[in-house]
């Protein structure tokens, strides 16, 4: 597998503000994505990030909103805009397409959030 | 469309004993299956995938599961429970034939394992 890394690991936001979210693996991966995990629930995926053009988003999530950036193989933002309680999440990114495993998504720490 | 289903909220076993933990899926083509487990503010690990040939796969940590295409089942098992597999389990389904890459994951299953 890869090492994957998040930051920041967790954090408190008030309403209203944004906060980006950093993704950085140590090896070059085909595919990266970005999940939300609400609490208590199961993963949800929010967009798969796409290496030099616009990331491809999930029914109900939009780019005003989820804001995402693919500037290298190896790495990918993810900004919570203008955020609200209801964004209270873990949000974690996976990755595919390892030269030793091609078909499994791999998954960071996650960040955890909480908004006020 | 894809769906995963796992029925049980929460499976409750003894230290020693042998653990199932339940997931039947949906896809309209040929499934990628997978288990991935989660421990209290950590991220998701892998354990084990099917994707072609023996029914029954081994994975990490002592895990195996059996794929059964006419009953569309997934089921994780490890023979003898440690105290230390407690955690959330998740199982997910990839549409070979469709849907991309997309990954879509069942509910979750919490393991409490009781010395």
């Known amino acids: 597998s890869a090492v994957i890394s998040q930051k920041p690991s967790r954090d408190i936001c008030q309403r209203g503000t944004s906060l980006t979210i950093q993704c950085q693996v140590d090896s070059q991966v085909t595919m990266m994505f970005w999940y939300r995990q609400q609490p208590g629930q199961s993963l949800t995926l929010i967009a798969t990030a796409n290496q030099g053009s616009e990331a491809t988003y999930e029914s109900g999530f939009v780019i005003d909103k989820f804001p995402i950036s693919r500037p290298n193989l190896t790495f990918s933002t993810l900004t919570v805009s203008n955020m609200s309680p209801e964004d209270s999440s873990i949000y974690l990114c996976s990755v595919q397409g390892l030269a030793t495993n091609t078909d499994t998504q791999y998954f960071g720490p996650g960040t955890r959030l909480t908004v006020l | 469309a894809q769906s995963v289903a796992q029925p049980e909220d929460q499976v409750n076993v003894a230290e020693g004993n042998p653990l199932t933990v339940k997931c039947t899926y949906s896809?309209?083509?040929?499934?990628?299956l997978f288990w991935y487990v989660q421990y209290p503010n950590r991220g998701l690990q892998f354990l084990l995938k099917y994707i072609t040939g023996d029914n029954l796969v081994k994975g990490s940590y002592g895990f195996e599961a059996e794929f059964n295409k006419s009953q569309t089942s997934f089921h994780l098992k490890k023979p003898s429970a440690l105290v230390s597999d407690s955690a959330l389990y998740f199982c997910?389904?990839?549409?070979?034939?469709?849907?991309?890459?997309?990954?879509?994951f069942g509910g979750g299953t919490r393991l409490m394992v009781k010395p």
């Open positions: 896809v309209s083509g040929n499934p990628y």
């Open positions: 997910a389904v990839r549409d070979m034939e469709g849907a991309g890459n997309m990954l879509t």
